[in-house]
Each structure stands twice: as C-alpha cells, then as structure tokens.
C-alpha cells in the first residue's frame, strides 16, 4: 500500500509473533471507530458494550488496512464481509464491515477466530500518535512506539489525516538515516497531537502544541488555520480568559467570516466583556446563518434582555437564560 512500510529488519519476527497471538486473523488496532455512532449501533445489534478507545494508548477497534492471516481464514473473512453487501453499506469506509465480522466471531463456531494488535506487536498504525519516534540509522526500524525493544512494530502504517502526515515525516527521515549515518527524531503532527490532547483533557498541553503549530501557521491559507485559531479561542474561553479567547475567534473569523461557532463564541465572550450591542450583532449574523439554530435565538434573546436591563435599570439580566457556547 502507498502508506505502508515494512521494517526489513524485524520482518523475520513477523510469523512468530503472529503466532503469538493464537488467532487466525489479526487486525492492527485503531484508537477510534468510523464512525463512532454507526459503531456504537453495532455493538448494540450483537447485545455487546463498545470498548472505550484512546485509554492507555491501546488501540481496540479494527484498522482494515492492515492484516494479517492464514489464506484460509483470509478467504473466510473476506466472503464474510462480501455477503454484507456493498461496503458503503457497513459505513463511509470498511473499517465498520471488517470489525462487524470481528463481533461475528466471538459467537460463531464458523468463523475463524480474529484479534486486534491492539498494543502494535505487529502493525503500528500512526493515527493519533502522540509520542516522539525515532528512525535508526541502519537498522530499518522504528522506535519510541513502544518501550521495549522487543516489541517494536514490524510495519508502519499511516492511516487517517494526521496519521498519513506522521508517516510523511518517517518516510523522510528514513531516507535522511542513510546518509546521515545517524538516528532522526519524528515528531507527531502538532495541530492534531493538540486535539488528541485536549480530547484527553490535558489543556495546557494541548496549547503549548497548538501555540507551537501557530508559528508555522500565521497565515489563514495554511492547513487548519482556522480550526487552530478556534480551538486556541475555546481553551482560553475555559480558563475565563475572555480577552484573549476574543482575539482568537476573531482571528478564526478572518479566516472564515462565516465560522458559525466562532461567531457564538465570540458573541458570548463579548456579552461576558460587557460589550452588548457587539455581542448582539454577532448573533444576528448566527442566526442569517443558521436560521433553525435554537441556541442561537436564545443567545441573542439573553443578549438583547441584558442591553433593557442596562437600559431601564431593571433586574431582568439575573433571570436571564445563559448563553450556549459551541
């Protein structure tokens, strides 16, 4: 595949450790399921619970674009996911077929038993990894994915956006390797480690990285320009740093006039600047925008509610309902 590398170095510990799994077919692992709701359905449909994802770097839903098999078993599989239908039919992609056939074979005598590589024994698949990787001069093979020596990946796969931007970055490296003579570090991408980040609740971490990727993306054509200048705004939002959360929708909205939750945003954290009539009109702009947006209405008939209250000297604001951030 395009986005695949096997490390020649390890390629020989390939069928042992595949061995080691004591299963016919083994799937590299992914942190996340495509899509969450349609797979949350289908854990359902079985009567069973989906496994949390991105807990411990372990990865427990099926990557589709690596496995691994006996040809029998593969031939099994394979016509399994066939009789689904069209893939489209399982989901946007074939992750959700290939994992249905997974669930399948926890209750099915006829269905060769399948795993997931959930801890990257055989297949590394680079989609929200987080940490620093190096690629060692002269060995063929990556490390920092995993502690132990013993347990470095035999492939590397960059599936997904940031994960095909990471293996760009190895692929360089790699080549760098053999004329340099020397290790090359490989950083995962930052705008990406920051949502992973944030989604893990480490805040500050996640700015530091996305403060960082801003240097490179001071300008509004370069890639997540304004998902970067939001998402730095809401992080400053939570710490009730108004201000400055301010500053950071607006540069979001020079990007994008029309980034409708950098316009909600901003109305609100102007309304908690005391700015009013600012706040209002960009609340307007919201609902021109979205005309069936609830929230939005309601942001504007608080907004309007605090300017007759600061109008009239009426208490109306402390009843007011509070806004709806995005």
Same mark, same amino acid.
């Given at each position: 595949?395009? &986005?695949?590398?096997?490390?020649?170095?390890?390629?020989?510990?390939?069928?042992?450790?595949?061995?080691?799994?004591?299963?016919?077919?083994?799937?590299?692992?992914?942190?996340?399921?495509?899509?969450?709701?349609?797979?949350?359905?289908?854990?359902?449909?079985?009567?069973?619970?989906?496994?949390?994802?991105?807990?411990? #770097?372990?990865?427990?839903?099926?990557?589709?674009?690596?496995?691994?098999?006996?040809?029998?078993?593969?031939? %099994?599989?394979?016509?399994?996911?066939?009789?689904?239908?069209? %893939?489209?039919?399982?989901?946007?992609?074939?992750?959700?077929?290939?994992?249905?056939?997974?669930?399948?074979?926890?209750?099915?005598?006829?269905?060769?038993? %399948?795993?997931?590589?959930?801890?990257?024994?055989?297949?590394?698949?680079?989609?929200?990894?987080?940490?620093?990787?190096?690629?060692?001069?002269?060995?063929?093979?990556?490390?920092?994915?995993?502690?132990?020596?013993?347990?470095?990946?035999?492939?590397?796969?960059?599936?997904?956006? &940031?994960?095909?931007?990471?293996?760009?970055?190895?692929?360089?490296?790699?080549?760098?390797?053999?004329?340099?003579?020397?290790?090359?570090?490989?950083?995962?991408?930052?705008?990406?480690?920051?949502?992973?980040?944030?989604?893990?609740?480490?805040? &500050?971490?996640?700015?530091?990285?996305?403060?960082?990727?801003?240097?490179?993306?001071? +300008?509004?054509?370069?890639?997540?320009?304004?998902?970067?200048?939001?998402?730095?705004?809401?992080?400053?939002?939570?710490?009730?740093?108004?201000?400055?959360?301010?500053?950071?929708?607006?540069?979001?909205?020079?990007?994008?006039?029309? +980034?409708?939750?950098?316009?909600?945003?901003?109305?609100?954290?102007?309304?908690?600047? #005391?700015?009013?009539?600012?706040?209002?009109?960009?609340?307007?702009?919201? %609902?021109?925008?979205?005309? &069936?947006?609830?929230?939005?209405?309601?942001?504007?008939?608080?907004?309007?509610?605090?300017?007759?209250?600061?109008?009239?000297?009426? #208490?109306?604001?402390?009843?007011?309902?509070?806004?709806?951030?995005?």
């Amino acid at each position: 595949a395009f &986005d695949v590398l096997l490390w020649p170095a390890l390629r020989t510990n390939f069928r042992q450790r595949f061995l080691n799994f004591n299963a016919d077919v083994v799937f590299g692992g992914d942190p996340v399921a495509y899509p969450d709701a349609g797979m949350t359905k289908l854990y359902q449909d079985y009567g069973l619970i989906p496994p949390l994802s991105s807990i411990n #770097d372990v990865k427990p839903f099926v990557n589709s674009g690596t496995i691994a098999g006996t040809v029998r078993s593969l031939l %099994i599989v394979f016509e399994l996911v066939f009789s689904f239908g069209k %893939i489209t039919s399982c989901g946007p992609d074939d992750q959700r077929a290939f994992h249905r056939a997974l669930l399948i074979s926890f209750n099915s005598q006829e269905i060769p038993s %399948i795993r997931v590589d959930s801890m990257g024994l055989l297949f590394h698949c680079l989609h929200r990894e987080l940490r620093p990787l190096s690629v060692e001069s002269g060995q063929l093979f990556i490390s920092g994915a995993l502690d132990s020596v013993s347990q470095r990946p035999c492939v590397t796969h960059g599936n997904a956006g &940031d994960g095909k931007e990471l293996y760009t970055a190895i692929v360089n490296a790699w080549r760098t390797s053999f004329t340099s003579i020397q290790a090359q570090s490989v950083e995962p991408p930052l705008f990406m480690r920051g949502i992973e980040l944030w989604r893990r609740g480490l805040l &500050d971490e996640a700015e530091a990285s996305w403060m960082n990727y801003l240097q490179y993306a001071d +300008h509004c054509s370069a890639p997540h320009a304004t998902d970067l200048r939001f998402n730095l705004g809401v992080l400053r939002h939570q710490k009730n740093d108004f201000e400055s959360a301010h500053q950071f929708y607006e540069a979001a909205l020079q990007c994008n006039p029309n +980034h409708v939750n950098a316009l909600t945003n901003s109305a609100i954290v102007l309304a908690a600047l #005391d700015k009013l009539a600012d706040a209002a009109n960009l609340m307007r702009k919201v %609902i021109q925008l979205t005309p &069936d947006n609830p929230s939005a209405h309601k942001n504007l008939a608080y907004v309007e509610q605090r300017i007759a209250a600061a109008s009239y000297g009426s #208490d109306s604001e402390k009843t007011a309902a509070a806004p709806h951030s995005k």
